[in-house]
């Protein structure tokens, strides 16, 4: 290769290159472990995309390292799997504050598990490493095939063993923002594969067997794509508009109450008395709909009616209340079985009535459910939850009719975190109702995470997101992704607001990701096709 062909960007780019590319194999693992926790500072609270750029493009340089070895394969996977056992130990350990909250029984498994998880979730990366360095070669196609490879990974993670799909790279994009908008015809997979791809880009400048325009083609690309979304995700916000809904005026609770204290019954009444105060701040009267959130009350509502009382006494012919509560019922089989469930609770006249009830169907595992319980439990693992036994999921998620404001579609927790989930055609909602209970997770990042995800949902299915989320981020998010009334985290508070209306249904609200899929299976097909020639 002709160092005449170096343009200045190139030839910047050629001394880090270099020296990731000659590093040793645990001098590289190392290197891998620290780009994977930066990789995170392009996620919430911080979206600093930068960072995750460097982080993907010093990945390539180490498996270019890599495929100077005896054993390419193995070195390779290796680096990749260091490489996501940083990304998720920095973006996913405040999942160890859950058994600190949990109690002292819990904290001493905690850096095991915060650990095996991130470990776990690193084989993804690991395999993409794997197969990617099968194919390998000098040439600028690598990068093509890394960005496949990883993107299959990142998508296989967020789909098998009940998906986990926390920090995929599209999620860099602040939401609400130009290029958020894509969500609404790409989804946050088509703009996490071009995410993937933008930042791969300068990994192909500094060398290859091609010439400096072939290795300029992924980055001029990425930039010529990326001005297009910018563009037009612009022209999308300028344009905008928000119409709100006639008749629907919201109040929308955020608590703050340690899971500690939570469960001690002598808190109780406590409880109840702290959620029914921010309930009855001045403006009640104007208000129509009520949002509790996940598993508000320590306790089984629909069977306390000492409780439903209390609740009547203060909400008598008011607004309907929609919250999270634990739920308990048995089966054909004289099971009893607990359920994790949004209900709709009515007060006319001053007496509680059910209005309807949602079983949350998509289960955090560990967390409200234990996998392979019975031969776990004989290990002495047990799930997060109070509950011995765990929870049952319920039917397949589906929109609610619901007194005065249009079909909704409910979504517990970390239900709102799956792209897809929110039915559509002849079931699509005119809004989302998420509910969750973050005071699990402290002061981390966590909450700022969970928050980005339920506001990307809003601009993919272009309809307003209302979230209640105790010791999290609350709020009223519109069709566009934008908070419009919302409370700082932790915030003992409750939000005021109307209720946006939808948008006409997204192009990807209408086709998902078939075509995307499609696209990745022609793109892995020739980057193959393309190495073998070599």
Request: positive net charge.
């Amino acid at each position: 290769m002709s160092m005449a062909a170096q343009s200045p960007d190139e030839s910047i780019l050629r001394k880090p290159a270099y020296w990731l590319r000659g590093r040793s194999k645990w001098q590289a693992r190392f290197c891998a472990f620290g780009l994977g926790v930066l990789y995170v500072g392009g996620h919430a609270p911080y979206f600093l995309w930068p960072a995750s750029m460097v982080a993907i493009t010093g990945l390539i340089w180490l498996l270019d390292g890599a495929g100077k070895t005896a054993r390419p394969v193995r070195n390779g996977a290796f680096i990749a799997w260091y490489f996501g056992l940083g990304q998720f130990l920095a973006g996913m350990y405040w999942i160890g504050f859950a058994f600190i909250e949990r109690g002292p029984a819990f904290v001493p498994i905690m850096p095991l598990a915060v650990f095996l998880l991130a470990g776990g979730l690193a084989l993804f990366w690991m395999a993409a490493g794997a197969i990617a360095m099968r194919y390998w070669s000098r040439r600028a196609s690598r990068v093509l095939l890394f960005v496949c490879c990883v993107f299959a990974a990142e998508w296989l993670r967020g789909h098998i063993f009940t998906g986990l799909p926390w920090n995929i790279p599209g999620l860099v994009w602040p939401a609400g923002g130009m290029i958020s908008q894509s969500v609404s015809w790409l989804g946050i997979w088509g703009l996490s594969l071009l995410t993937l791809l933008a930042f791969a880009a300068p990994a192909a400048l500094p060398w290859s067997r091609d010439g400096s325009l072939a290795r300029s083609l992924p980055a001029i690309g990425s930039f010529l794509c990326f001005a297009i979304l910018f563009g037009t995700g612009l022209a999308r916000l300028d344009a905008a508009e928000n119409q709100m809904v006639q008749g629907v005026r919201l109040r929308v609770i955020q608590a703050r109450i340690d899971q500690s204290e939570k469960w001690d019954p002598v808190n109780r009444q406590m409880m109840i008395d702290h959620y029914l105060g921010l309930t009855a701040a001045p403006g009640l009267g104007s208000i129509t709909h009520l949002i509790w959130p996940e598993g508000a009350l320590p306790l089984l509502l629909l069977e306390s009616p000492d409780v439903l009382e209390q609740m009547a006494a203060r909400l008598a012919d008011g607004p309907l209340l929609l919250m999270g509560v634990t739920r308990r019922e048995v089966d054909s089989n004289q099971q009893i079985l607990f359920r994790n469930s949004l209900a709709a609770l009515s007060f006319r006249n001053g007496t509680p009535a059910l209005e309807m009830v949602y079983d949350k169907h998509h289960l955090t595992p560990f967390g409200e459910y234990l996998p392979f319980g019975n031969f776990l439990a004989k290990s002495g693992i047990k799930a997060l939850t109070p509950l011995g036994g765990g929870f049952t999921p319920g039917p397949e998620p589906v929109s609610v009719e619901l007194p005065g404001a249009p079909r909704f579609s409910p979504q517990i927790c970390y239900e709102a975190i799956f792209s897809g989930f929110t039915p559509n055609k002849d079931q699509r909602p005119g809004w989302i109702v998420n509910v969750t209970n973050d005071s699990w997770f402290g002061p981390t990042t966590g909450p700022a995470q969970h928050a980005q995800q339920a506001r990307i949902r809003a601009i993919e299915e272009g309809v307003p997101v209302v979230r209640s989320a105790s010791s999290g981020i609350s709020g009223v998010i519109d069709p566009y992704g934008r908070m419009l009334a919302g409370a700082k985290p932790h915030a003992n508070t409750h939000i005021d607001a109307d209720l946006p209306a939808a948008l006409p249904p997204t192009f990807f609200s209408r086709f998902s990701s078939l075509g995307l899929v499609l696209w990745v299976l022609l793109v892995l097909t020739y980057t193959v096709w393309l190495s073998r020639r070599q």
